[in-house]
């Protein structure tokens, strides 16, 4: 039967939800039992994850009737379990006991084993997404889920429902099995404190959490490890979970499930970054001793620099600075001119900062690996938040875009950019940073909103891979009529071999209005 003709055989009872991720229905077939259908934005779709989720032999995860394409739309029917969401059942009864809790988030570690062990990782494991019916939980709506990828250190999309949702579904690293323990551990939290652990419940939720007239120490302990801020520190595995609620001390990870990789969770932590940047400091000694030697015994001719923006017009974003190659080590004592030359920033309809901002390094000797903080304040003045960011380096003379995200759901009334004063391990001599080229660029509207920015990036130097991540970060900046910053988008590439090239995509899922837009790329 063609596409439109299975639609048209479904019947619509109600519709359950409707967003920007699809359509949610409950419909049935020639008087059947009750279906759900999921219409999903053919640009948002799947589908490998809904064909590898009928060969998941698990109860608690939803049974896929049938998938079919439609023109702008990939559908999926899946069984209907009835019973009332975790939302639902809090509001009813409140927190639960102990012994309830830890089953439903037991049965829910069934659920997430069983798709981890297909390499899919669920990544909105929330109240609204799990159903509580007559035989216990089950786990439901994989319209985010997506397959675990060896070849990426960081998601291209941020996704996942506020409070529950990992730290690293804000970009900055790639999800795995360990991101879906973290929401187990918020979803237990949830369940025995009866409150939601987010904005603006957050302090509400940490006193709950800590009154041991509420929360047990033991069940606190495995909430607080399930969802640990870095990901090394969490139960390795749900299985691993599972056997906590149960009594067992600790279990290695299961081998079925997805291999947690060895990222760090974001740069902002300045610890990751000092660790970073020991390696550096190491690698610029070692770079100094060979310069010395080159001194000694002939010199050579480093190649010039270039910059990595392209506007969209297809001109550099930006005159080359015709600086002198950078050699020896910085002095000791040298102080970097870091400077934010412009910023810009956005708030979207969650309350979450998006922002693009600019680095110079003023300096005529000295490369830095800058780093600078973003504070949203309210009306009053009052810090709301504040994070760090650390880039990779930077050469003297030149300047560096990067995009973000920032805040905790509440839009700011104020948004700042302030360097950070570096410390003597972020400034070296004799490193030349990779140099980047833009080409191809184009920005493409879909009908919910978002825009994606397309093009190629072309590594037209390799530089000395200081921090050997093999990461090219792609930094898009929107601009208004004035040229002044509006908001930036980012993502995150394999970097090419020297003289190679790779196509990269940056999606917005909403802008604010813009005129312009250039784009960046920056060894990461």
Same mark, same amino acid.
């Given at each position: 039967m063609h596409a439109l003709g299975i639609d048209d055989a479904y019947k619509v009872d109600r519709t359950l939800a409707s967003g920007p991720g699809g359509v949610t229905e409950l419909v049935t077939l020639d008087g059947s039992t009750p279906l759900i259908r999921k219409r999903i934005p053919t640009k948002l779709a799947r589908r490998g994850v809904w064909a590898t989720l009928?060969?998941?032999n698990c109860a608690r995860l939803p049974h896929v009737a049938v998938t079919y394409e439609m023109p702008d739309e990939f559908v999926v029917v899946c069984d209907f379990v009835p019973g009332e969401n975790l939302e639902?059942?809090?509001?009813?009864?409140?927190?639960?006991?102990? !012994?309830?809790? %830890?089953?439903?988030?037991?049965?829910?570690?069934?659920?997430?084993?069983?798709?981890?062990?297909?390499?899919?990782?669920?990544?909105?494991?929330?109240?609204? *997404? +799990?159903?509580?019916?007559?035989?216990?939980?089950?786990?439901?709506?994989?319209?985010?889920?997506? %397959?675990?990828?060896?070849? +990426?250190?960081?998601d291209t999309t941020q996704l996942g429902t506020r409070g529950f949702a990992s730290p690293e579904q804000c970009g900055y690293a790639q999800t795995d099995a360990r991101s879906d323990v973290y929401s187990l551990g918020r979803? =237990?939290?949830?369940?025995?404190?009866? +409150?939601? $652990?987010?904005?603006?419940?957050?302090?509400?939720? !940490?006193?709950?959490?800590?009154? !041991?007239?509420?929360?047990?120490?033991?069940?606190?302990?495995?909430?607080?490890?399930?969802?640990? =801020?870095?990901?090394?520190?969490?139960?390795?595995?749900?299985?691993?979970?599972a056997a906590a609620l149960q009594g067992e001390k600790d279990v290695a990870p299961a081998a079925s499930s997805v291999a947690p990789p060895t990222f760090e969770l974001a740069p902002r932590k300045r610890s990751w970054v000092k660790v970073l940047l020991a390696v550096m400091a190491a690698v610029a000694f070692v770079a100094a001793v060979a310069i010395i030697l080159v001194q000694t015994f002939g010199k050579g001719t480093p190649a010039e620099k270039d910059v990595n923006a392209v506007t969209t017009a297809g001109e550099p974003a930006v005159s080359a600075p015709d600086n002198e190659p950078v050699g020896g080590d910085a002095p000791a004592a040298a102080a970097a001119d870091l400077e934010v030359?412009?910023?810009? &920033? &956005?708030?979207?309809?969650?309350?979450?900062?998006?922002?693009? +901002?600019?680095?110079? *390094? *003023?300096?005529?000797?000295?490369?830095?690996?800058?780093?600078?903080?973003v504070t949203g304040r309210n009306a009053d003045g009052h810090v709301i938040f504040s994070d760090e960011q650390y880039l990779s380096v930077v050469a003297p003379g030149d300047t560096t875009y990067f995009?973000?995200?920032?805040?905790?759901?509440?839009? $700011?009334?104020?948004?700042?950019?302030?360097?950070?004063?570096?410390?003597?391990?972020?400034?070296?001599?004799?490193?030349e940073p990779s140099r980047f080229s833009?080409?191809?660029?184009?920005?493409?509207?879909?009908?919910?909103?978002?825009?994606? %920015? =397309?093009?190629?990036?072309?590594?037209?130097?390799?530089?000395?891979?200081v921090l050997g991540s093999n990461q090219v970060a792609v930094v898009v900046v929107l601009r208004d009529e004035s040229g002044a910053i509006t908001c930036g988008a980012f993502t995150f590439v394999s970097a090419p071999a020297e003289?190679?090239?790779?196509?990269?995509?940056?999606?917005? %899922?909403?802008? $604010?209005?813009?005129?312009?837009?250039?784009?960046?790329?920056?060894? &990461?």
């Amino acid at each position: 039967m063609h596409a439109l003709g299975i639609d048209d055989a479904y019947k619509v009872d109600r519709t359950l939800a409707s967003g920007p991720g699809g359509v949610t229905e409950l419909v049935t077939l020639d008087g059947s039992t009750p279906l759900i259908r999921k219409r999903i934005p053919t640009k948002l779709a799947r589908r490998g994850v809904w064909a590898t989720l009928s060969e998941c032999n698990c109860a608690r995860l939803p049974h896929v009737a049938v998938t079919y394409e439609m023109p702008d739309e990939f559908v999926v029917v899946c069984d209907f379990v009835p019973g009332e969401n975790l939302e639902q059942l809090v509001a009813a009864r409140g927190h639960l006991p102990r !012994e309830d809790a %830890f089953r439903i988030v037991s049965q829910l570690c069934e659920a997430a084993q069983a798709l981890h062990a297909h390499g899919i990782v669920h990544r909105d494991i929330s109240p609204a *997404n +799990v159903i509580v019916a007559a035989d216990g939980a089950h786990l439901i709506d994989l319209g985010i889920a997506r %397959f675990r990828s060896e070849d +990426v250190t960081h998601d291209t999309t941020q996704l996942g429902t506020r409070g529950f949702a990992s730290p690293e579904q804000c970009g900055y690293a790639q999800t795995d099995a360990r991101s879906d323990v973290y929401s187990l551990g918020r979803i =237990l939290g949830y369940l025995l404190t009866g +409150v939601r $652990p987010e904005t603006p419940d957050t302090a509400e939720y !940490e006193r709950a959490l800590a009154d !041991e007239s509420v929360v047990s120490p033991e069940a606190r302990a495995i909430v607080c490890r399930a969802s640990a =801020l870095e990901p090394s520190a969490r139960y390795q595995s749900a299985a691993a979970l599972a056997a906590a609620l149960q009594g067992e001390k600790d279990v290695a990870p299961a081998a079925s499930s997805v291999a947690p990789p060895t990222f760090e969770l974001a740069p902002r932590k300045r610890s990751w970054v000092k660790v970073l940047l020991a390696v550096m400091a190491a690698v610029a000694f070692v770079a100094a001793v060979a310069i010395i030697l080159v001194q000694t015994f002939g010199k050579g001719t480093p190649a010039e620099k270039d910059v990595n923006a392209v506007t969209t017009a297809g001109e550099p974003a930006v005159s080359a600075p015709d600086n002198e190659p950078v050699g020896g080590d910085a002095p000791a004592a040298a102080a970097a001119d870091l400077e934010v030359v412009e910023s810009g &920033w &956005w708030a979207d309809a969650q309350g979450y900062v998006h922002y693009a +901002v600019a680095l110079r *390094n *003023n300096g005529s000797e000295t490369v830095v690996t800058p780093g600078y903080t973003v504070t949203g304040r309210n009306a009053d003045g009052h810090v709301i938040f504040s994070d760090e960011q650390y880039l990779s380096v930077v050469a003297p003379g030149d300047t560096t875009y990067f995009a973000g995200q920032a805040g905790n759901g509440t839009a $700011p009334a104020t948004v700042d950019f302030a360097t950070i004063e570096p410390e003597s391990y972020q400034l070296s001599g004799g490193v030349e940073p990779s140099r980047f080229s833009i080409s191809g660029t184009s920005a493409i509207s879909d009908d919910l909103g978002g825009v994606s %920015f =397309l093009g190629d990036v072309t590594t037209e130097f390799a530089g000395d891979q200081v921090l050997g991540s093999n990461q090219v970060a792609v930094v898009v900046v929107l601009r208004d009529e004035s040229g002044a910053i509006t908001c930036g988008a980012f993502t995150f590439v394999s970097a090419p071999a020297e003289g190679a090239s790779t196509s990269f995509e940056a999606y917005l %899922f909403s802008a $604010p209005d813009y005129a312009t837009y250039e784009v960046y790329a920056l060894e &990461w």
